[in-house]
Structure formats: C-alpha cells, structure tokens
T-cell receptor
Framework: DAKTTQPTSMDCAEGRAANLPCNHSTISGNEYVYWYRQIHSQGPQYIIHGLKNNETNEMASLIITEDRKSSTLILPHATLRDTAVYYCIDLSKGNQFYFGTGTSLTVIP | NAGVMQNPRHLVRRRGQEARLRCSPMKGHSHVYWYRQLPEEGLKFMVYLQKENIIDESGMPKERFSAEFPKEGPSILRIQQVVRGDSAAYFC???????????????FGSGTRLTVV
C-alpha cells in the first residue's frame, strides 16, 4: 500500500497558489518522489518528480524538505482546470507506483 | 509520438462473458503496468510486464484475470467470466526502463471503462 500521507481535500481560490503537502517519512535514500494528478477519471498525468533538490517545471514546483520526509507541490497560479485529485507517490515498495487516496483539490472561481 | 493507447475506451459485457483490454505502450517503451480503479477509489496496481514476461502480478486477482505482453503487438488484460464487481476503469502505463536506480516515471493511457451488466 501507499506509504505517503496527504490531506483528503483542499480548496484554493482561482489565481492563487495551491500548496499541496505530502508526508513520505519512509522514503528510501535513493527514491524519487513523484506527483501525478487525475482529472475527472482521466488517466493520471505526470506533474513533477524530485530527489533532494527543489524542482520546477512549466506545471509546478516541488519543495522537498532537507530530511526528505515530506514535500509540497506548488501550483503557482491555480486555474479551474487544475481541479483534480493529486497523488504524491514514492517507490519505496518496489517497482510499481502505489497510489493512495490523494488530495482532491477544488479550485474555486 | 503517440502516447499510451488503450482500447476500447468503453466496454460493456454481460456477466459471464470475457473482456479483453488492449494497451499499446509508447514507442520504445518495453515495460507495461496495469492498474484498476474502482468507482470512487484510488488506482490499485495489478501487474507489471516486460516483453514476453510477467515480472510482478502481486496485484492480480487469483482467478479469472490474466495478462500478457507478447513480443509483437499490444499488452492484453483478459478477464474471464466477468462479474459486476469487475466494473471499473482499467489503466495501462508504460515506461522506458525498469525502475533500477534511474527512477523513470510512467506515462498512463486514458483507460478502458468496463461495465458489466
């Protein structure tokens, strides 16, 4: 089963930054943290991944704590189309991604 | 470069029939993973395959479910004698390399929605 912990749901005002936390206290030293999202039953969509350093791409930023036990996904300017379930995943258990229940983010107009 | 292609997008089967779900990985990807998502639930891992090999089927139900990834052609998830509880979205993902030390992520398909009536 997933070894990450995320809040069940969050709201964010449109245009504001959405900060989604994740605890992954059992992550191994060489394991990346991945973030995916699923928009209304579509296939999961890759967002970003990181190991130790903070990462940024065109979709989001990923802030990883120094002890690597938690991370925060930041959507800098949330839009209505960012409403989705966001999954934080680590691969500590083996070859597969284990999806927990994720965080259901609702962007409010 | 087409993404992961799954077909059909929607599949309706009567109880007792067989369901065959197909997944064509991204070009150059030789690792395929199947996930199932029951209504209002998260994705659950089912099986991990490489060409002509099943690497990990720890998430597959013991009966009625099978998967293959032949040398040529798509990966197939086969469900025999379907029951209503098999109704779900089935997602396929592919990756370029085994996990190893490189930590490559997956690319998911759009899924097949199976409805058993």
């Amino acid at each position: 089963d997933a070894k990450t912990t995320q809040p069940t749901s969050m709201d964010c005002a449109e245009g504001r930054a959405a900060n989604l936390p994740c605890n992954h206290s059992t992550i191994s030293g060489n394991e990346y943290v991945y973030w995916y999202r699923q928009i209304h039953s579509q296939g999961p969509q890759y967002i970003i991944h990181g190991l130790k350093n903070n990462e940024t791409n065109e979709m989001a930023s990923l802030i990883i704590t120094e002890d690597r036990k938690s991370s925060t996904l930041i959507l800098p300017h949330a839009t209505l189309r960012d409403t989705a379930v966001y999954y934080c995943i680590d691969l500590s258990k083996g070859n597969q991604f284990y999806f927990g229940t994720g965080t259901s983010l609702t962007v409010i107009p | 470069n087409a993404g992961v292609m799954q077909n059909p997008r929607h599949l309706v089967r009567r109880r007792g029939q067989e369901a065959r779900l197909r997944c064509s990985p991204m070009k150059g990807h030789s690792h395929v993973y199947w996930y199932r998502q029951l209504p209002e639930e998260g994705l659950k891992f089912m099986v991990y395959l490489q060409k002509e090999n099943i690497i990990d089927e720890s998430g597959m139900p013991k009966e009625r479910f099978s998967a293959e990834f032949p040398k040529e052609g798509p990966s197939i998830l086969r469900i025999q004698q379907v029951v209503r509880g098999d109704s779900a979205a089935y997602f396929c993902a592919s990756s370029l390399l085994d996990r190893g030390p490189f930590n490559y992520g997956y690319t998911f398909g759009s899924g097949t929605r199976l409805t058993v009536v």
